[in-house]
């Protein structure tokens, strides 16, 4: 704290005030102008916080100035007017606070949310360009699983009866593959797909292939979002499940397929196939059993779900109890 007459000539310093100064002895600032401690640039602020005080107003503010052994500080200043008995401003006092340790905290704070700033502003762009790449990748792979399948149905049409079987259900499931990977050029998050909207879409072509009419009942709840890999291999399940269907099914009624949440939340999933037939599955363990059924369990088994059938009352139900997360 200092005290200063009216023209803002050092009258008094207290001992805490000469210490944080760096100042040996009050004798070498007494009557010194006080705007003559702090740098020139600054002194400007200081006449007018005098000139305030003169006025008998009150002023603050924070600047850094150097000791007087060269140290450099931040300090705040508040500068206000005493007066005498009859009212006069006959004194002032001048009050400054170290604020080094809290402006060099808040600096060090403004650079690293600066650097952090920076970094975002970098890993964005990064994730920017790996989705526009992840795009072109999954535009190229489509592209390259349609002309494997289109291929593979060629290669059928040359084929004896056996052979063209057995091609036409291997380009069938290349294209359920392509499918995902053209769902994942649509979808925002490259990451993940909504899996109802990928089965409505992956049944209404089904039903064109296998020209059967197939069932999607609508789903009022959520969408079921999963990692794309995990997507693949549930339609890769429901075209095996569905061409299954199709081909040991009886009569004209449409397959029905449906996919929902059990319980609260998304963390266990069902999805089921259900077509009229004249009686039970066979049973697998009784004779070896098919690649589609091979299949079927494969990809089960990664999505941490059951696979079961059931018959009742002339319908075949197959079941998939399955988490949709990882």
């Given at each position: 704290m200092k005290l200063l007459d009216p023209d803002g000539r050092i009258t008094f310093m207290t001992e805490n005030g000469l210490r944080a100064m760096e100042i040996d002895t009050f004798a070498s600032v007494e009557s010194c102008p006080w705007p003559d401690l702090w740098p020139a640039p600054l002194r400007p602020l200081l006449h007018e916080a005098l000139d305030r005080a003169r006025a008998g107003?009150?002023?603050?503010?924070?600047?850094?100035?150097?000791?007087?052994?060269?140290?450099?500080?931040?300090?705040?200043?508040?500068?206000?007017?005493?007066?005498?008995?009859?009212g006069t401003v006959d004194k002032i006092l001048?009050?400054?606070?170290?604020?080094?340790?809290?402006?060099?905290r808040e600096r060090d704070s403004r650079a690293y949310a600066l650097t952090l700033e920076r970094e975002l502003a970098e890993k964005s762009e990064l994730l920017t360009q790996r989705d526009f790449l992840m795009r072109e990748v999954d535009h190229r792979v489509k592209n390259?699983?349609?002309?494997?399948?289109?291929?593979?149905?060629?290669?059928?049409?040359?084929?004896?009866?056996?052979?063209?079987?057995?091609?036409?259900?291997?380009?069938?499931?290349?294209?359920?593959?392509?499918?995902?990977?053209?769902?994942?050029?649509?979808?925002?998050?490259?990451?993940s797909i909504p899996v109802i909207a990928l089965i409505r879409r992956l049944c209404s072509e089904l039903a064109l292939s296998l020209d059967?009419?197939?069932?999607?009942?609508?789903?009022?709840?959520?969408?079921?979002?999963?990692?794309?890999?995990?997507?693949?291999?549930?339609?890769?399940?429901?075209?095996?499940?569905?061409?299954?269907?199709?081909?040991?099914?009886?009569?004209?009624?449409?397959?029905?397929?449906?996919?929902?949440?059990?319980g609260q939340g998304p963390a266990v999933a069902r999805l089921c196939v259900r077509n009229?037939?004249?009686?039970p599955r066979p049973d697998p363990t009784a004779r070896e059993a098919g690649l589609g059924s091979l299949i079927c369990e494969t990809y089960a088994a990664t999505l941490s779900g059951q696979l079961d059938w059931t018959f009742a009352e002339g319908q075949m139900v197959a079941r998939l109890v399955f988490s949709p997360e990882a």
């Open positions: 107003e009150r002023s603050s503010f924070e600047a850094e100035c150097p000791t007087a052994k060269g140290t450099m500080k931040w300090w705040h200043v508040s500068v206000l007017p005493i007066r005498d008995a009859g001048a009050s400054s606070r170290d604020i080094t340790e809290r402006v060099l390259s699983l349609a002309q494997v399948a289109s291929i593979l149905r060629l290669q059928a049409r040359r084929s004896s009866a056996d052979a063209r079987g057995a091609l036409d259900e291997a380009a069938r499931r290349v294209a359920s593959i392509a499918r995902v990977h053209e769902q994942l050029q649509s979808s925002g998050d490259m990451r059967r009419q197939i069932d999607v009942p609508a789903d009022d709840a959520a969408d079921l979002p999963m990692l794309s890999e995990r997507a693949s291999a549930l339609c890769i399940i429901l075209s095996e499940l569905v061409a299954n269907a199709a081909r040991h099914g009886v009569g004209s009624d449409p397959i029905r397929v449906n996919l929902d949440h059990i009229a037939a004249t009686g």
